[in-house]
């Protein structure tokens, strides 16, 4: 090879170096970019940016807002260009005779009119009026599905953040245990080629060292899809890496003053004032409202209506001759005398709904109760279990290490070791778990109060 043939081929290298090195770091800063650090604070401020399901509401309260304006729209003044053209079977006159000393109209079989028509509703037995009450109730309805998507999306964001660091801390607790495991297994190992320990002592760690390997696998792959969830709920891509910062020991002052609150004098009461407060409770009672609107719309039908009417226009006959102008004003009035039993059917089914909107209302309301006491419930409970859980894992955590030094003293059993682990991780994965299930059980009671809100402005993480 010469020394230009060398040369090539060292440039080539480089290249391709400065290629490979390019590619790598690129796609190590998109791993980067793609790794998410969030709080609970700011996945609840994403996720009400970018979910899909607010925007949907939010375009839903649009679409009310025009919707009643539209109906406002119907009281006021309503003209209408009109131009026409008619082929007739037999010549009628063009236009009528205006006066005796004009000559005779003309006749022709086309017949040409363009013009402008207004109508002015005068009284409608006050279905125009209740139909803008029921298109205001539209838009009540609307806002307050925004309201409650909102905090329902707060309430999910908050409960699958919860459960990310739940498994964070589970699979932490459980890797420690894997080690301190396996660590017995290389000092069995060792003890086995001194012929301290028998086989089958050796044989049982190593089967729990795989079934802690598979437990490890399933709480990874239980963390993954959570992540997956939750970038679900913050309007990303799946492939989103995300990095949870945030503790399940917190525990909010202003939780406390609420259960407080509920729990003492009057508590009732003020639960009863809560409840009425929630989007859900507030959209059904305008459900309600709409349909009371509906049933007198419904029998305003038996009602005449009255119009103030007009007409303006040109008529013409064959080759526009004849062109002369028209106009027509007067008062329409106009009253259903049979129509088969037509508008009690439409007054007996706006009443049906008018009935189920009313019993949806109260099913709610007591639903909504329920929800209460039952998150009280579970507040109660997790606490209770977060102190037994707590003295049980500093029991266990001893147990354990009594049992490990009896284990190298060679006074205890590798069955021993192995069951005082067990109870030390159980311990601690029920503390654990007692954490979350409290966490759980604030963001219920918030929801069900309606009191929840994104956690930067509730003093949470």
Partial sequence: MGKIGFLRLVSLCLLTSVLIAGLVLGYDLKTARAAKVLTLAGAIRTALANSPKIKENQAKVRGAVFGSKAVRARLFPQVNGYAKYDRLSDPVSVVPIQGLHLPPPLFSRDQYQAGLSFRVPLYEGG??????????????????????????????????????????????????????????????????????????????????????????????????????????LLGWSPTTGIEARGSLERKGKEEAALVASLSGPGGRGRLKALIRKRPDIIRAGKVLGKADELSQIARGLRLPSVALVGDYGRHAGAGLDGEEGRWSAGIHVSLNIFNSGLISAEVARAMAKRDAAAEALKELALKAESQVYAALSSLREAGARIDLAGKARMTAGEAYKIETLRYRKGTGTVTDLLQAQAAWWTAKARYIRALFDRQQAVTALRLATGVIRPAGRSGGQ
């Fill in 127 to 232: 279905r125009l009026r209740g139909g803008i009450r029921a298109a205001t109730k539209d838009e009540g309805i609307a806002r307050a599905g925004l309201a409650y998507s909102r905090k329902t999306l707060i309430a999910a964001v908050t409960d699958t953040f919860n459960s990310i660091l739940y498994l964070k801390s589970l699979l932490g607790a459980k890797r420690k245990t894997l080690a301190a495991i396996e660590d017995a297994r290389n000092e069995a190992a060792l003890r086995l080629k001194l012929g301290r320990i028998a086989p089958l002592d050796l044989m049982e760690i190593d089967t729990r060292v795989a079934s802690e390997r598979l437990d490890l696998v399933g709480t990874q792959e239980t963390l993954n899809r959570t992540d997956q969830q939750l970038c679900l």
